[in-house]
Every structure is written in C-alpha cells, then in structure tokens.
C-alpha cells in the first residue's frame, strides 16, 4: 500500500474535515502515513495524531523557518520526546534561503540544523531534511556531519538538479518526491524521478500543499499520491504496484516500521 513519508495532518486546512478524510485514506489504498512537525507545537500535535490513529507515525523537528522557537528549554523538549511510542524520525530539520535572506538569521538556521541533527545522531533517529535555495550548503554541512553516522537521511521535497541527487546520494541520503514531479515543467524533477536507484525512492505529499496533476492548486491530500505513483511509473517504464510495493519497502527500512 502507499507510504506517504511526509504530512501535515495537523494543519489547519484540515480542521473542518480531519478525521473523516484520514479514515477514508485505507480504502484509497493508502497504509502508512508519517506525520512530519515544523515546530514545537506542531511536533505535539504529530504526537497527538500517532496516538489517535494506528496508521500515522510522527517526526518531531523544527523547520529552519521556524527556528524562534528553539531554545534549550524547547530542545529539551524534542530530545524527551524522541524515543516516545511511535516517533521514527527527527524533522523536518535544514537550510531554507528562499524565504530567508537575512545572513545574521540564516546563522542561527545553521546552529539549530547542525544541534539538531547531532541530537539525531546520539538518538540513533532517522532525519528528514528539508532545503530551499541551499544546495550546496546543505550538502556541504550533510557530507561533515553523516560522517561515521549511519542514521538514515532523506531530502524531502527534492527540488534541485539531478546532478546534485546523485551527490547527495552518493553521501547515503534518499530523495524524496511529490506532486511536483506530475507538474509539466518540472523537467529536472522528472529525471531524477526516472534515474536515482530504486532503492533510495520515498513518496510524499507534503500535504496540504503541493497536490499533483490534475489537482494542482487544492488541498493535497495522501490519496492523490496515486498520481505521482502514475508519473514515476511512466517515467522509469514499470508498473505503478512495483512502484508502490518497493517505495513502501524503502520507507518501512528508512522509518524502522516492521
Ligand atoms: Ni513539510
């Protein structure tokens, strides 16, 4: 069944209609939900949400835009919370230089990825990365800090040339990858889509944002998944259950979900 590696059930967006969408998700063959925080609160509401429901799991991290929120009381809080029934990851974590220009504040950016992906590392937790306009940075400071680590490594919402996914392949991480691969213009996508190993593949919404093709603009949701499940398997030339059932594999190994 699908393995959506990346949601935020959490968000408003979905106040209105929350659980009956979540328990409509198993019918649309999806089975596995990991529910991703930016933020403190978010994280506990991830928490909330692995408790409530048997298929979602939770990351707990602070997004680099999110970072005011981090001080050592609050990362006091993540690393006592880390080991909690049903958390698999620490996330999302990173450099994000789109919406950030400020080099005082993109300093700050860099302490807390670089604290908490060390926490990761003494946790023994897998990391979801995430980074916007900071390729090389990111990869720079990924290639120092995976160093003698095997913790797993995904860059979530991969968005830069295919090129660089084979570098941050080579270092070990996956990619992960959404409704933007389904978009017409998303050439550069398409083809790290169709070329990166198999094996370092995981599926994602991201949701509520970036649904794919024909959806593009509504709220995402883990069902639509089936469609970029259809572009990767046009792509690479193989059937959309090989698709699924290796994706789901993947994420199972990277997340420790027996
Ligand atoms: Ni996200």
Redesign the pocket.
Known sequence: MIFDT?A?YDDSKFDEDRDELLASLAEAGVGTVVN?G?DIQSSQNSLDLSRKYDFIYAALGV?PSDIACLNEETFGWLRSHLHDDKVVALG?IGLDFYWEKDEAVRDKQRYWFRRQFELAKEEGMSVII?SREAAQETYEMLKEMMAGSDVPVVV??YSYSPEMAADFIKLGCHIGIGGVVTFKKAKKLKEVAKDIPMDRLLLET?CP?LAPEPFRGRRNNSALIAHVVDEIAGLRGISREEIIEKTEENARKFYGIA
Do not use: A, I, M, R
């Open positions: 990346h935020h991703v930016c997004h999302e995430h979530h919402c991201d944002y």
